[in-house]
């Protein structure tokens, strides 16, 4: 499976690295689908903050539109507020 990550995603949040993007897409330790873009998010937990990361797929390709860094306060607020407006909803194992 390819991955590309955008131009927007390397330029907006130079921060992350592409091997936090790629073992955030491989071992996610929160999964979302977000209904209204049709995309995944992928959340990791790396160190004192977590990871989102925010893609489509298609076919063999997975296109990575965005990802960035944020604190477990924020990242709780964050989420929470997307599934309580039901923007998103979790996607499970199994």
């Known amino acids: 499976m390819r991955i590309e990550i955008f131009k927007h995603a390397k330029s907006a949040h130079h921060e992350v690295s592409e091997k936090d993007v790629i073992e955030t897409i491989d071992n996610p330790h929160e999964k979302y689908f977000d209904k209204m873009r049709d995309r ?17 797929k298609s ?5 990575v539109v965005t990802a960035f860094y944020m604190s477990s306060d ?12 039901n923007l998103w909803y979790p996607i499970s194992d199994g």
């Open 40 to 56: 995944l998010v992928f959340l990791r937990k790396m160190n004192d903050s977590w990871l989102c990361v925010i893609f489509e």
């Open 59 to 63: 076919d063999n390709n997975i296109y």
């Open 74 to 85: 924020k990242k709780n607020k964050y989420v929470n507020r997307k599934l309580r407006l």
